[in-house]
């Protein structure tokens, strides 16, 4: 017996026999949805590092773009249902 049979224990696809796949847990929505958070923490950000520090916009509009991104648009990306089991063309057969 040669060693490679490690690796090849370790590489083969479990649960593939059986008829099961894996889904993606994520879908598009989600990804554009992180996508939306990446650009508003970015313009957030650079809001916030505008000089002078008393600046109107990175006084009053960066927090607020900040938290939007943070408390909204990250937590919809995750929590918002992704792919469905059973969602084929056999639906409803």
Avoid: H
Avoid at 35 to 58: E, H, M, Q, T, Y
Wanted: charge should be positive; include cysteine; charged fraction near 15%.
């Amino acid at each position: 017996m040669s060693p490679l049979w490690v690796f090849r224990c370790a590489i083969k696809p479990i649960g593939f026999e059986s008829g099961l796949s894996m889904q993606p847990f994520f879908g598009k929505k989600n990804y554009w949805g992180f996508a939306i958070a990446v650009v508003l923490l970015i313009i957030g950000f650079s809001l916030l590092g505008l000089k002078p520090a008393d600046n109107k916009l990175a006084l009053n509009v960066a927090p607020f773009v900040l938290l939007f991104a943070f408390l909204v648009v990250i937590p919809w990306s995750i929590l918002k249902s992704g792919p469905k089991e059973g969602t084929g063309s056999n639906e409803g057969v």
